[in-house]
Structures are given as structure tokens and as C-alpha cells.
């Protein structure tokens, strides 16, 4: 290869020097033939044939060739200096020797050749061209030549002088080695051990140059490496030697440099590549049997086995070393089993992320302490999480998710020191309990940036939901952290952020993995009622990042000024945070965490009815100085607010979660105890009311129904009801009624005989009690669980309470009065069968009665009964059909509207549309907010009978909204658009597909230039109903379902 940038003379005759060593190694390399056309010449015989040949040429060109002395007298010269080479009798080894002193040559050629660079200055008019090249670089060709060269001179010198189980056996690398196997003369001089220690030694030497260095590791390390530990590390004989066989065996200056070169290079070359050679080395290759089928090859041996595990764990504990393993074992391995599917590739790279992960936790021998080790490794583990590499980001996440959770298995302290507190730090920072440093903390200071805060959630996913094993450091090292997290959790909600989904699931499963005492601490915290909990600092605050993150910051302190503002911010978050709490909740019924902290809130309602407020009375104010008199203010303040958020608490549970929050028996039987409880205490403060009662009803029947037969009871079950003995006591001690004195005895005895023993009134009350939910007996008690009837009594017990007050405070203890109750579902039945004459005939006189309240009843009540399929009704239906139209025509809208509710919208449905779009065009605002609120009413109930009104429905929607000048107007155009999407639900896709879009371009518009808060918010309404309505659309709800196909 010419030389850039330099003259002839000098540099001419180096370079022709370069070119001719690359010649003469192609010589050497030449395909020959052995000169016969026999058939019985055999692939051995050519091979030696052609390798012969090749040196005779070569020696011919040195000879008779003037223009190759140069490279002769550079080869003689460099094969003094290297004593170590000399010919043999094996046609091999003289061919390994010579291809080696070429190497050499070819070495100093290019040291000599830079050394004499001397590049130009850089051409300023041309600033883009590219420097001149050093002339010791070589093309592409070149650098093929000189890779056949160290092919030949690894599988000639190298490869043949392993021992069985060292390295991979030419036999299973191509048919050439399998032949090459065989040709090899070992008995020749010079000895076997000697020819691979030259070999090693002076590839090592020619790779001192960069260039060449590169081309023999990136292909021959394993080779090398192999070589190199059969010669300093394999054990020798003890016994004396012989003369003769000492000149075989090395001297331990000479095992020491193998040991020293075979550091250096594995020090020196892309660790991945390192890691991947020595385990190559340590596990030996699978062998192609004669069979054609696979079969493993000779084990390596044990000396082998533990040299190779100690290099690895030298590379494993150097800088980036767990990187470095990963890489070799995944980029080595290839991406799974090679022609399988695609599960079976993910499959075999789960399994070897997991094998390497077991690896990284299991601390080598050589270390000096497990501490010393695991302190250098984890950080690195926490480093797999953030790699850029999006090729192979997942299986490096896996790795470093396994070894987090094994070594939390195995070592918890060292885990909890060197991996949970660096991962969750950020979050740790902002604790209420952590001091805050005071330099450089002004208000607006981050304290936590977006991407440590971004870095912490996700590592915490990954390891706690993704890896989801829930071991107790995992869990104990969250819990600190849960207030923050939920903190953070409630700020996402009200802004997009990436974090918010991550958060949510975080919190979910820590509180489905919890023990119950935690998980119902941990919300109380949650929600307040705990200020010991461990939360967010009052001088850190949430505030959002520019990519989607969030930073956390220092909040300014707050003035006198702002009190009232700041007053309102902190109701708004805590009310918000109810919400978001409620939220948590409804997702874990399944687990059962929502009824037990249903049930400590019942327990908590108990305890605010028990609270004397005489009990916080004071002595008079002139005997308490003016600090107690604070204290104290503070002391009641404090209980009333947590009173107000009980109670808030408790209805909001009561409202968001379904009658499937009991999830066993355990919890019936507690949430039976504490309404018990909390009658019990209203009896001891003589505070009965009619909720009380019915409370108490309710509950004594919801034993009864356990009692009865609707629950299959074991003994463990009477063992668990048993703690309702001592209040079923206390109300038949305590109760004024006899009934429930007797019924809470019959229940003490039926519970502590488990059954064996049970009166009639337990049967009649749970029966009585089943009736309320079903009055016409369709339950089946084998079939009722036991959170059905809870949660049903639950809904009872609130409309029970409203009817005590209505009926002017009838018996509580009815229901269970079998009398009553038999009285009361058979006047059930009876007037669903049959209604009286004189009753319709009443009914129909009414109809047209001239007092409006009367006749608007008398509709309504005839509009029952057709919806409930009266028999005599329906004989009737012409007539009724008659007085509805004539009372459509009425000018009280209380008649008309009461009118309207029979099933004859659908028939008229144009001319009440056409008439109520006419109205909206009246002079009178109030003419046109009712015309719109009818608009709506009949919208709703028509569905598909819609029909190509829509359009028209839907411009005059939009004129209204847009060019109205009455508030009240704009409000009603856009609420029937809110009863439009409340109405059609599903099908809303369906019936407004054509106007669909412009309704919601309508609600944009509305949102972003409506002036009035109460329309906009009715707009904001809406796109949430529509929202609701298109996710269900496109992500429709996954039902599994089995279909029996009978073939023909």
C-alpha cells in the first residue's frame, strides 16, 4: 500500500516492502495441487502436498528473485533475534514457523513505516478532506490476507497441541480442522508444548501493533486464551524428570509470563468478548456425533473449570463488570433456540437473564467480604435499569430486576443498604421526617429534579410490580415512602403525566401484598386519620417538569395574608385526596383490603357517636391562662375535624364501592360486630333513633340469615361468630323491646351450641329478612352469599331510615315480627296480581280532576301500571291512550310532563320535536330554557327513533350555544346535549354517528369561550360522557365465553 505524502527513494522502498510481505504471504496461502490424477490420493496428502509446495516457492522467490532480497534480509534478520523457530521434519510446523516470521516481518515493517510519518499541514481551503492516512494502514484486502494468515497459524500451531477438554476440538469447527487434526506430526521435534508456547508468545508479540492486534483477538481470542492457560495454569508432574523430559516441560519463569500475558490481554480486550470466550472455555461445546445428532464433548477439565470461574468473577468485580457479563452471555448466546418459535425464543432468553442473575447474587470466593462485593456490584444493578441500548433494554432489565430480588432474598440487610435506600432516596428526601437542609433552600428550590423522581418510580415498578415477588424487605422498605408515593399519585391525577399510571400500580399492589394491620394503616395515612404516618414535608410541593415529569420543590412559606387561600387549597387537596383514595379502593375488593377498611371506618363511626361533647367542657375561663385556653380550642377543632372526616370518609365509601366489598365470612361477621357496636353505644347514651333501630334490625337479621341456612358454617365460622356473643348480650340486657331481647338470646344460644340448638324466631327473622330483599321469594338461601346480604342490608338500612320518618316512626323491630311480615308480603303480592276496581275507577275520575296535583298523580299512577303490565290496564288502553293525549294539550307543564311518561312518545315523536325546536325561537328566555329541558327529556328516551331529526336537533343545539345572549338558555342547549350522551350510552356511536363530531366541536368551543362557569362545566360534563363512551367503544370490555358447536 503507497505511503500518502511522501516522495519516492526512502519511503518507496519501505512501502514496496509491505506490499511484498502481503505478497509473499498470499504465496503462501495459494491453492496447489498434488500433481496426480489418482483417485486413491487421500485429503491429508493434498493438504500436505500443497503446504510443501508452497514453501518451495517461497524459498524459490527468496533465492532467484532480486527484488524480494529486502524482505529476505528482513526475515533473516528477524529470525535470529527469534531462536525459537526452526524447521522440522512436521511440514506443519515449518509452515507455521515461516507464516510467523512473515507476521513479524509484516510487524516491523509497519512500526518502521510510522515511524517516518510525518503528516502534512491541514489544507485551510478544504476543510472537510479528510487527513492523510498513516502509512501503516491497511486496505481491505490487505487485512483479509492477513486474516487467512492467522486462520492457518491458529489451526496449525495452536489448535492441535490442546489438550482433550481445553478449548473448542478442531473436529468441531469445519471438515479442514478435522483433517488438520490428522496430519499433525506431534512425535517430531520440536516437543508439542514448546511449538504452542512459541506459537502464543509471538502472535502476542505481533499484536503488540494495534492494527494487528485487533484482527488476531477480535477472531482468535478463545484460542489464544486457551492456549495460554494450558500453559501457565495446567498441573504438571511432581515426579523428578528426566533430562530429556525437562526439556519439555516449561520453566516457571516461562508458565509465569503465560500467566501474566493471559491477565494483560483478558485486561485489554471488549470485556463482552472476554466474558464470552472464558465461558466457552469453562463449559465446553456440544459435538456433532456420527450420527449426525448432537452430542456434547469432552467436559473440561476440573483445573480449567476453577481458573475460568475466577477470571470471571475478576471481570465481574472490575469497573462496569456486571455490564460486561451481561453483554457476554446475551450477545454470545445468540436470542434464543435457534429455529424455535417465538415463545420459545423468549422463553430460552428469559431463562438465561434469570441464570445470569443468579449469577451476579452469588458472591465469588475470592472476595475479600460479601459486603465489600455486594457494595461494588448493586450499583451496577441499579445501572442495568437506565441502559440507552433499546435492542436489548428489556433483557437487561430483567437481569438486573432478578438480581435485585435475589439478593433481597438471600442478603435482606445488604440489600436494604446498597440497593432500597439508593433507589428510593429521592423519595426520602422530601419525607416529613428528614431535615431539610437550611443553605441554598429558597422557596422554588428543586429538591428532587424530574428525571431522579422519573428514575426512582420506574426502578420501583420494575422491581416491586414487575418482578412481584413481595418479600418483607421490599415491602418494609416501602412503607415509609407510601404517604409521598400517594401524595404524588394524587398531584398526576390532575395533570397528564407519564408517571401517573406507574404510581397507581405501585401503590395497588404494595396494598394488596401488605399484612391487614398495614394495608389499613397505611390508608389511614392515606386519608388523615394518621398524623403519626410518615407523609409529604410541609415545605415540599409538587410542580410540573417540562417533559411530562414532575419536580419537587421548596413552597414558600405562608403569610397571614394568604391563611384563607391556603385554607382553601389544603380542604381542596384533602377532598381530592378522598377521591383519589376512593379510587384506590373500588380496585382492591378482590382482595378484600376495601371491606376491612370499610369496616374500621364503621369502627371509627362508632367512636365518634360515643364521644361526649360534656367530656371537652371546661372549668371557666377565669381559671385557665390564655395558652390552655388555646390548647384547648385547638384540641376541639382538631376532633371536629376528624369527626367531619369520618364521616365524609365513610359515605364516600358507602357511595363508590359495590355490595361485593366482603370478600369472606370473616368480614361479614366483623362488619356485623361493629354496626352491633355502634347500636349498642347509642343504647348505652339513650340516644335511640329510628336509624339506630333499623341499624339493629338490620343487623340482628343478617345473623339470623348466617344462622338459617344461607351460609354453609363450619366450625371455624362459629368460631369467628363468637365474637358477637358479648353484644347480643349487652342489647338483650339493654333493649327496651322484649322481641329483640328474645331474638338476641335465641342467637347467643345458636351460636354458642353451633347450631345445634335454634329457635323458630331465628328462622322467621331470617327469612323475614330475605323477604326484604326479594319480596316475591325468588332467592334461594343455599345460593346467598353472605356479602350480597350485607351489602344489600347496607342500601336498606338508608332507605329504611327515610320510610321510619315518613311512616311517623313505626317499630323498628317490625321485620322481625313474623305477623307483620307475613301481612306485608302477602299485601305485596296481592296488588301485584290484581288491582281493585273501585281503585282504577278512582283513578280515571282523577285523571280529570281540577286540581293539578291530583291529576298529575293520577297520570303517573296509570303510567305505572302500564309500565307494569296490569292486566285490567291494558283492557283499557284505548281509553287510556285518550285521556293521555288531552292532557298533553294541558297548559301546566306538571300535567303535560306527567302526560308525556306513557309509551306513547315514540308514536308522536315528530310533532313534540317540531314544537319543542319551535319554542327554542320564543321571544321569552324561560320559554326556551323549558322548550330545551323538554328537548332533552324526550332526546333521551327516544334512542333510535331519532332518526334524521338529529341534524336538526343538532343545528339548533349549536345556534343556541353559540348565539344566545341568556345565560340560562346556553346552559340548557348544552345540558341536553349531556342527557343525550347519558341516554344513548353505548349506542351513542351508533345514533350520532353523522353529527357526532360536531357535537363534540360544539363542547370544545363551549370549554375554551364560554364566559359562564356553569356551562362550561356542563360542557366539560359531557366530553367526559363521551370520553367514557368511546373508550368503552374501542376498547370494549373482554368477556370469556365458551361456545358449544354441534357438527352435522
Same mark, same amino acid.
Given at each position: 500500500?503507497?505511503?500518502?505524502?511522501?516522495?519516492?527513494?526512502?519511503?518507496?522502498?519501505?512501502?514496496?516492502?509491505?506490499?511484498?510481505?502481503?505478497?509473499?504471504?498470499?504465496?503462501?496461502?495459494?491453492?496447489?495441487?498434488?500433481?496426480?490424477?489418482?483417485?486413491?490420493?487421500?485429503?491429508?496428502?493434498?493438504?500436505?502436498?500443497?503446504?510443501?509446495?508452497?514453501?518451495?516457492?517461497?524459498?524459490?522467490?527468496?533465492?532467484?528473485?532480486?527484488?524480494?532480497?529486502?524482505?529476505?534480509?528482513?526475515?533473516?534478520?528477524?529470525?535470529?533475534?527469534?531462536?525459537?523457530?526452526?524447521?522440522?521434519?512436521?511440514?506443519?510446523?515449518?509452515?507455521t514457523?515461516?507464516?510467523?516470521?512473515?507476521?513479524?516481518?509484516?510487524?516491523?515493517?509497519?512500526?518502521r513505516?510510522?515511524?517516518?510519518?510525518?503528516?502534512?499541514?491541514?489544507?485551510?481551503?478544504?476543510?472537510?478532506?479528510?487527513?492523510?492516512?498513516?502509512?501503516?494502514t491497511?486496505?481491505?484486502?490487505q487485512?483479509?490476507?492477513?486474516?487467512?494468515?492467522?486462520?492457518?497459524?491458529v489451526?496449525?500451531?495452536?489448535?492441535?497441541?490442546?489438550?482433550?477438554?481445553?478449548?473448542?476440538?478442531?473436529?468441531?469447527?469445519?471438515?479442514?480442522?478435522?483433517? =488438520?487434526?490428522?496430519?499433525?506430526?506431534?512425535?517430531?521435534?520440536?516437543?508439542?508444548?514448546?511449538?504452542?508456547?512459541?506459537?502464543?508468545?509471538?502472535?502476542?508479540?505481533?499484536?503488540?501493533?494495534?492494527s494487528?492486534?485487533?484482527?488476531?483477538?477480535?477472531?482468535?481470542?478463545?484460542?489464544?486464551?486457551?492456549?495460554?492457560?494450558?500453559?501457565?495454569?495446567?498441573?504438571?508432574?511432581?515426579?523428578?524428570?528426566?533430562?530429556?523430559?525437562?526439556?519439555?516441560?516449561?520453566?516457571?519463569?516461562?508458565?509465569?509470563?503465560?500467566?501474566?500475558?493471559?491477565?494483560?490481554?483478558?485486561?485489554?480486550?471488549?470485556?463482552?468478548?472476554?466474558?464470552?470466550?472464558?465461558?466457552?472455555?469453562?463449559?465446553?461445546?456440544?459435538?456433532?456425533?456420527?450420527?449426525?445428532?448432537?452430542?456434547?464433548?469432552?467436559?473440561?477439565?476440573a483445573?480449567?473449570?476453577?481458573?475460568?470461574?475466577?477470571?470471571?468473577?475478576?471481570?465481574?468485580?472490575?469497573?462496569?463488570?456486571?455490564?460486561?457479563?451481561?453483554?457476554?452471555?446475551l450477545?454470545?448466546?445468540?436470542?434464543?433456540?435457534?429455529?424455535?418459535?417465538?415463545?420459545?425464543?423468549?422463553?430460552?432468553?428469559?431463562?438465561?437473564c434469570?441464570?445470569?442473575?443468579?449469577?451476579?447474587?452469588?458472591?465469588?470466593?475470592?472476595?475479600?467480604s460479601?459486603?465489600?462485593?455486594?457494595?461494588?456490584?448493586?450499583?451496577?444493578?441499579?445501572?442495568?435499569?437506565?441502559?440507552?441500548? @433499546?435492542?436489548?433494554?428489556?433483557?437487561?432489565?430483567?437481569?438486573?430486576?432478578?438480581?435485585?430480588?435475589?439478593?433481597?432474598?438471600?442478603?435482606?440487610?445488604?440489600?436494604?443498604?446498597?440497593?432500597?435506600?439508593?433507589?428510593?432516596?429521592?423519595?426520602?428526601?422530601?419525607?416529613?421526617?428528614?431535615?431539610?437542609?437550611?443553605?441554598?433552600?429558597?422557596?422554588?428550590?428543586?429538591?428532587?429534579?424530574?428525571?431522579?423522581?422519573?428514575?426512582?418510580i420506574?426502578?420501583?415498578?420494575k422491581?416491586?410490580?414487575?418482578?412481584?415477588?413481595?418479600?418483607?424487605?421490599?415491602?418494609?422498605?416501602?412503607?415509609?415512602?407510601?404517604?409521598?408515593l400517594f401524595?404524588?399519585?394524587?398531584?398526576?391525577?390532575?395533570?397528564?403525566?407519564?408517571?401517573?399510571s406507574?404510581?397507581?400500580?405501585?401503590?395497588?399492589?404494595?396494598?394488596?401484598n401488605?399484612?391487614?394491620?398495614?394495608?389499613?394503616?397505611?390508608?389511614?395515612?392515606?386519608?388523615?386519620?394518621?398524623?403519626?404516618?410518615?407523609?409529604?414535608?410541609?415545605?415540599?410541593?409538587?410542580?410540573?417538569?417540562?417533559h411530562?415529569?414532575?419536580?419537587?420543590?421548596?413552597?414558600?412559606?405562608?403569610?397571614?395574608?394568604?391563611?384563607?387561600?391556603?385554607?382553601?387549597?389544603?380542604?381542596?387537596?384533602?377532598?381530592?385526596?378522598?377521591?383519589?383514595?376512593?379510587?384506590?379502593?373500588?380496585?382492591?375488593?378482590?382482595?378484600?383490603?376495601?371491606?376491612?377498611?370499610?369496616i374500621?371506618?364503621?369502627?371509627?363511626?362508632?367512636?365518634?357517636?360515643?364521644?361526649?361533647?360534656?367530656?371537652?367542657?371546661?372549668?371557666?375561663?377565669?381559671?385557665?391562662?390564655?395558652?390552655?385556653?388555646?390548647?384547648?380550642?385547638?384540641?376541639?377543632a382538631?376532633?371536629?375535624?376528624?369527626?367531619?372526616?369520618?364521616?365524609?370518609?365513610?359515605?364516600?365509601?358507602?357511595?363508590?364501592?359495590?355490595?361485593?366489598?366482603?370478600?369472606?365470612?370473616?368480614?361479614v361477621?366483623?362488619?356485623?360486630?361493629?354496626?352491633?357496636?355502634?347500636a349498642?353505644?347509642?343504647?348505652?347514651?339513650?340516644?335511640?333513633?329510628?336509624?339506630?333501630?333499623?341499624?339493629?334490625?338490620?343487623?340482628?337479621?343478617? =345473623?339470623?340469615?348466617?344462622l338459617?341456612?344461607a351460609?354453609?358454617l363450619?366450625?371455624?365460622?362459629?368460631?369467628v361468630? @363468637?365474637?358477637?356473643?358479648?353484644?347480643?348480650?349487652?342489647?338483650?340486657?339493654?333493649?327496651?323491646?322484649?322481641?329483640?331481647?328474645?331474638?338476641?338470646?335465641?342467637?347467643?344460644?345458636t351460636?354458642?351450641?353451633?347450631?345445634?340448638?335454634?329457635?323458630?324466631?331465628?328462622?322467621?327473622?331470617?327469612?323475614?329478612?330475605?323477604?326484604?330483599k326479594?319480596?316475591?321469594g325468588?332467592?334461594?338461601?343455599?345460593?346467598?352469599?353472605?356479602?350480597?346480604?350485607?351489602?344489600?342490608?347496607?342500601?336498606?338500612?338508608?332507605?329504611?331510615?327515610?320510610?321510619?320518618?315518613?311512616?311517623?316512626?313505626?317499630?323498628?323491630h317490625?321485620?322481625?315480627?313474623?305477623?307483620?311480615?307475613? @301481612?306485608?308480603?302477602?299485601?305485596?303480592?296481592?296488588?301485584?296480581?290484581?288491582?281493585?276496581?273501585?281503585?282504577?275507577?278512582?283513578?280515571?275520575?282523577?285523571?280529570?280532576?281540577?286540581?293539578?296535583p291530583?291529576?298529575?298523580?293520577?297520570?303517573?299512577?296509570?303510567?305505572?301500571?302500564?309500565?307494569?303490565?296490569e292486566?285490567?290496564?291494558?283492557?283499557?288502553?284505548?281509553?287510556?291512550?285518550?285521556?293521555?293525549l288531552?292532557?298533553?294539550e294541558?297548559?301546566?307543564?306538571f300535567?303535560?310532563?306527567?302526560?308525556?311518561?306513557?309509551?306513547?312518545v315514540?308514536?308522536?315523536?315528530?310533532?313534540?320535536?317540531?314544537?319543542?325546536?319551535?319554542?327554542?325561537?320564543?321571544p321569552d328566555?324561560?320559554?326556551?330554557?323549558?322548550?330545551?329541558?323538554?328537548?332533552?327529556?324526550?332526546?333521551?328516551?327516544?334512542?333510535?327513533?331519532?332518526?334524521?331529526?338529529?341534524?336538526?336537533?343538532?343545528?339548533?343545539?349549536?345556534?343556541?350555544? @353559540?348565539?344566545?345572549?341568556?345565560?340560562?338558555?346556553?346552559?340548557?342547549?348544552?345540558?341536553?346535549?349531556?342527557?343525550?350522551?347519558?341516554?344513548?350510552?353505548?349506542?351513542?356511536?351508533?345514533?350520532?354517528?353523522?353529527?357526532?363530531?360536531?357535537?363534540?366541536?360544539?363542547?370544545?368551543?363551549?370549554?375554551?369561550?364560554?364566559?359562564?362557569?356553569?356551562?362550561?362545566?356542563?360542557?366539560?360534563?359531557?366530553?367526559?360522557?363521551?370520553?367514557?363512551?368511546?373508550?368503552?367503544?374501542?376498547?370494549?370490555?373482554?368477556?370469556?365465553?365458551?361456545?358449544?358447536? =354441534?357438527?352435522?
Amino acid at each position: 500500500m503507497a505511503a500518502h505524502g511522501e516522495p519516492g527513494g526512502r519511503g518507496a522502498l519501505e512501502t514496496c516492502g509491505l506490499e511484498r510481505i502481503l505478497e509473499a504471504l498470499k504465496l503462501l496461502l495459494s491453492p496447489g495441487g498434488s500433481g496426480s490424477s489418482s483417485l486413491q490420493i487421500t485429503k491429508h496428502d493434498v493438504l500436505l502436498a500443497t503446504l510443501q509446495s508452497n514453501l518451495s516457492a517461497l524459498e524459490e522467490k527468496f533465492l532467484k528473485d532480486p527484488h524480494w532480497k529486502t524482505l529476505k534480509d528482513l526475515r533473516d534478520e528477524i529470525a535470529g533475534t527469534a531462536e525459537c523457530l526452526q524447521n522440522s521434519v512436521d511440514v506443519t510446523w515449518t509452515f507455521t514457523s515461516q507464516t510467523l516470521l512473515l507476521l513479524l516481518c509484516l510487524k516491523e515493517a509497519m512500526l518502521r513505516l510510522a515511524a517516518g510519518f510525518r503528516p502534512g499541514e491541514p489544507n485551510r481551503s478544504t476543510p472537510e478532506a479528510a487527513p492523510a492516512l498513516s502509512p501503516d494502514t491497511l486496505s481491505i484486502s490487505q487485512q483479509k490476507t492477513v486474516q487467512s494468515v492467522l486462520q492457518f497459524v491458529v489451526t496449525l500451531g495452536i489448535c492441535p497441541y490442546l489438550l482433550p477438554g481445553v478449548g473448542v476440538p478442531l473436529r468441531c469447527r469445519t471438515d479442514f480442522g478435522a483433517v =488438520v487434526q490428522d496430519v499433525v506430526c506431534v512425535n517430531a521435534p520440536p516437543d508439542v508444548t514448546r511449538r504452542l508456547y512459541t506459537t502464543c508468545r509471538l502472535l502476542l508479540n505481533i499484536a503488540q501493533h494495534a492494527s494487528l492486534g485487533s484482527l488476531i483477538f477480535c477472531r482468535h481470542l478463545g484460542d489464544i486464551a486457551a492456549g495460554l492457560c494450558q500453559l501457565g495454569f495446567c498441573p504438571t508432574k511432581r515426579k523428578p524428570l528426566k533430562p530429556v523430559e525437562e526439556a519439555k516441560v516449561l520453566k516457571e519463569e516461562e508458565r509465569a509470563l503465560c500467566k501474566g500475558a493471559l491477565r494483560d490481554i483478558l485486561d485489554q480486550v471488549y470485556q463482552p468478548l472476554a466474558v464470552r470466550e472464558l465461558l466457552i472455555l469453562q463449559g465446553g461445546p456440544p459435538q456433532p456425533g456420527p450420527d449426525g445428532k448432537t452430542q456434547f464433548g469432552s467436559r473440561a477439565p476440573a483445573w480449567l473449570r476453577r481458573l475460568c470461574g475466577q477470571l470471571l468473577s475478576e471481570r465481574l468485580m472490575r469497573p462496569s463488570g456486571v455490564q460486561a457479563v451481561v453483554r457476554g452471555i446475551l450477545e454470545g448466546a445468540g436470542a434464543g433456540a435457534a429455529g424455535g418459535t417465538d415463545a420459545e425464543v423468549m422463553a430460552a432468553d428469559w431463562k438465561k437473564c434469570d441464570s445470569i442473575a443468579k449469577i451476579l447474587a452469588s458472591c465469588p470466593q475470592q472476595s475479600l467480604s460479601p459486603e465489600s462485593y455486594y457494595k461494588d456490584i448493586c450499583p451496577q444493578i441499579l445501572d442495568l435499569f437506565h441502559l440507552p441500548d @433499546k435492542l436489548t433494554v428489556r433483557q437487561f432489565q430483567r437481569v438486573a430486576t432478578t438480581a435485585f430480588i435475589t439478593i433481597s432474598r438471600e442478603r435482606p440487610q445488604l440489600a436494604a443498604e446498597y440497593l432500597l435506600q439508593p433507589v428510593l432516596a429521592p423519595l426520602h428526601r422530601c419525607l416529613n421526617t428528614a431535615e431539610l437542609p437550611e443553605r441554598d433552600m429558597g422557596p422554588g428550590t428543586i429538591l428532587v429534579t424530574e428525571e431522579e423522581l422519573s428514575r426512582c418510580i420506574e426502578d420501583v415498578f420494575k422491581v416491586y410490580v414487575v418482578g412481584n415477588e413481595p418479600l418483607t424487605v421490599l415491602l418494609d422498605s416501602l412503607l415509609p415512602v407510601l404517604g409521598v408515593l400517594f401524595s404524588l399519585y394524587c398531584f398526576t391525577k390532575q395533570s397528564v403525566s407519564h408517571i401517573r399510571s406507574l404510581c397507581q400500580e405501585i401503590l395497588l399492589w404494595t396494598l394488596r401484598n401488605l399484612e391487614k394491620k398495614k394495608a389499613v394503616a397505611s390508608l389511614k395515612g392515606f386519608a388523615g386519620l394518621d398524623e403519626r404516618a410518615p407523609s409529604l414535608h410541609s415545605l415540599c410541593g409538587f410542580r410540573a417538569a417540562n417533559h411530562g415529569g414532575i419536580n419537587i420543590t421548596i413552597q414558600e412559606a405562608v403569610s397571614e395574608e394568604d391563611e384563607d387561600e391556603a385554607l382553601y387549597q389544603k380542604v381542596s387537596s384533602e377532598q381530592c385526596q378522598l377521591e383519589h383514595l376512593g379510587d384506590l379502593l373500588v380496585q382492591c375488593q378482590e382482595c378484600g383490603l376495601a371491606g376491612d377498611f370499610f369496616i374500621f371506618c364503621l369502627k371509627e363511626l362508632t367512636q365518634v357517636a360515643v364521644e361526649n361533647e360534656a367530656g371537652f367542657q371546661t372549668r371557666p375561663f377565669s381559671s385557665k391562662s390564655l395558652l390552655e385556653l388555646e390548647q384547648h380550642h385547638t384540641l376541639l377543632a382538631d376532633g371536629q375535624a376528624r369527626k367531619l372526616l369520618v364521616l365524609q370518609l365513610t359515605a364516600l365509601l358507602c357511595e363508590r364501592l359495590s355490595e361485593q366489598i366482603f370478600t369472606n365470612f370473616t368480614q361479614v361477621v366483623d362488619f356485623v360486630g361493629a354496626t352491633l357496636q355502634r347500636a349498642c353505644a347509642s343504647l348505652a347514651q339513650q340516644a335511640e333513633s329510628p336509624v339506630e333501630a333499623q341499624t339493629l334490625s338490620m343487623a340482628m337479621g343478617l =345473623v339470623a340469615v348466617m344462622l338459617g341456612g344461607a351460609v354453609q358454617l363450619k366450625s371455624s365460622d362459629f368460631a369467628v361468630l @363468637k365474637q358477637l356473643l358479648p353484644l347480643l348480650e349487652r342489647v338483650s340486657t339493654t333493649y327496651l323491646d322484649p322481641v329483640i331481647q328474645e331474638l338476641a338470646d335465641d342467637l347467643r344460644i345458636t351460636i354458642a351450641t353451633h347450631g345445634a340448638f335454634s329457635t323458630e324466631a331465628v328462622s322467621v327473622a331470617a327469612q323475614s329478612t330475605l323477604n326484604k330483599k326479594d319480596p316475591e321469594g325468588k332467592i334461594e338461601a343455599n345460593q346467598e352469599r353472605p356479602t350480597d346480604v350485607a351489602g344489600s342490608h347496607l342500601e336498606q338500612q338508608q332507605s329504611n331510615a327515610n320510610s321510619s320518618h315518613q311512616a311517623g316512626r313505626k317499630p323498628a323491630h317490625a321485620a322481625l315480627i313474623p305477623q307483620e311480615a307475613s @301481612k306485608a308480603s302477602t299485601t305485596v303480592k296481592q296488588r301485584s296480581q290484581r288491582i281493585p276496581a273501585e281503585e282504577l275507577q278512582e283513578v280515571l275520575l282523577s285523571a280529570y280532576d281540577r286540581q293539578i296535583p291530583t291529576r298529575a298523580a293520577a297520570l303517573r299512577t296509570l303510567s305505572h301500571w302500564i309500565e307494569q303490565r296490569e292486566g285490567k290496564v291494558l283492557e283499557i288502553k284505548e281509553k287510556l291512550l285518550k285521556i293521555f293525549l288531552e292532557n298533553l294539550e294541558h297548559e301546566d307543564t306538571f300535567v303535560y310532563l306527567s302526560a308525556i311518561q306513557g309509551d306513547m312518545v315514540a308514536k308522536y315523536r315528530e310533532p313534540l320535536v317540531h314544537t319543542f325546536l319551535r319554542g327554542t325561537r320564543d321571544p321569552d328566555s324561560a320559554h326556551r330554557a323549558s322548550s330545551l329541558s323538554n328537548l332533552g327529556e324526550l332526546c333521551q328516551r327516544l334512542d333510535f327513533l331519532l332518526g334524521a331529526m338529529i341534524h336538526e336537533v343538532t343545528a339548533c343545539l349549536t345556534a343556541v350555544a @353559540k348565539t344566545d345572549r341568556d345565560v340560562q338558555v346556553r346552559r340548557a342547549a348544552i345540558h341536553v346535549i349531556v342527557l343525550l350522551f347519558r341516554g344513548l350510552s353505548q349506542k351513542a356511536t351508533e345514533v350520532l354517528r353523522d353529527v357526532l363530531k360536531d357535537l363534540y366541536h360544539l363542547l370544545k368551543h363551549v370549554v375554551r369561550l364560554e364566559p359562564d362557569d356553569v356551562a362550561r362545566l356542563h360542557a366539560q360534563l359531557a366530553l367526559e360522557e363521551l370520553d367514557e363512551i368511546m373508550r368503552n367503544f374501542l376498547f370494549p370490555q373482554q368477556k370469556l365465553e365458551k361456545k358449544i358447536v =354441534v357438527l352435522p
